[in-house]
């Protein structure tokens, strides 16, 4: 077990990547806090049965109340903060959409949540971080900026924003022992998915995979565990992609 006792925050964590995320590391001994807009109940259970404890919560990313309340109940829980993965996000159900028919609201929604309230998960973590010595932020991303994807450009830049988050985060943190790194999945057999009308505008090439076969959220939880444990400890500002060489740069 790498992070035996280790105290682990997943946003996002009710459903497809975050549950699996949540899961894991119970299996590798970490207290679990499960927070997402939707109920974490079943994600609860799943912990659970995997032997782990948990601690599941309502949490609004974009709202900066929950986000703090978030924090705190944690301390009061497990008595302080090891580490948070930040991946809530607006991705499944999404429309793939011509440029010119991408609803503003939306695009605002998307940045709201990808964006800022990754920014106010990482801040309201920050004082407990720096009180206890150090930390490891997670900041879920994902390859998809690399090459570009037609149809969700929201989604897309936001996901661009993440990786520039994560380097300017990881330049003022690091003096405080607080790591902040990337995970990039590629395109993963979620559950979730960004539906592509008659109309979404088509990509004119696409390379395949290395490894050609479907990526599973089992594919990412191995480098979340590692980025949380002590063996990244030297490791700050990067990203990691997880993608069976499909983007590769
Ligand atoms: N599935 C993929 O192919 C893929 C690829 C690359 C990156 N990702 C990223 O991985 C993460 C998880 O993806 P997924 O496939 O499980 O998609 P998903 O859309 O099912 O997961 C997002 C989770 O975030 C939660 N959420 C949304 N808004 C929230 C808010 N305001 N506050 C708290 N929680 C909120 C949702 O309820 C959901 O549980 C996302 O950040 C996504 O962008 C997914």
């Not at 497809?16 to 079943?42: F, M, N, P, S, W």
């Not at 503003?104 to 309230?117: F, L, P, Q, S, T």
């Not at 520039?164 to 003022?172: F, I, M, Q, S």
Request: aromatic content about 6%.
């Amino acid at each position: 077990m790498q992070l035996q006792d280790k105290v682990v925050i997943v946003t996002g964590a009710a459903t497809h990547i975050g549950q699996a995320y949540a899961v894991r590391l119970a299996q590798e001994g970490a207290k679990v806090v499960a927070c997402d807009i939707l109920d974490c109940g079943t994600t609860a259970e799943m912990v659970m049965e995997a032997g782990g404890e948990v601690l599941p919560l309502i949490t609004d990313v974009t709202k900066e109340e929950d986000t703090l309340k978030m924090a705190r109940q944690t301390v009061e829980r497990f008595g302080r903060i090891d580490c948070i993965v930040n991946n809530a996000g607006i991705f499944d159900g999404l429309t793939a959409r011509p440029m010119m028919d991408v609803d503003m609201a939306e695009w605002d929604r998307v940045y709201e949540v990808n964006v800022k309230g990754m920014f106010l998960c990482c801040r309201a973590v920050f004082p407990y971080m720096k009180e206890q010595g150090g930390g490891k932020i997670i900041n879920i991303g994902s390859g998809i900026w690399l090459q570009g994807m037609p149809g969700v450009p929201h989604y897309v830049s936001s996901k661009a924003a993440v990786m520039g988050l994560t380097r300017t985060l990881a330049k003022e943190l690091g003096q405080f022992n607080i790591n902040v790194n990337t995970l990039a999945p590629g395109g993963t057999d979620s559950g979730a998915k960004i539906d592509r009308g008659d109309d979404a505008p088509v990509s004119p090439t696409r390379a395949g995979r290395s490894i050609p076969r479907t990526e599973t959220p089992d594919d990412l939880t191995g480098t979340m565990v590692f980025l949380a444990s002590t063996d990244s400890d030297f490791i700050t500002g990067q990203m990691i992609t997880i993608n069976g060489g499909d983007a590769l740069y």
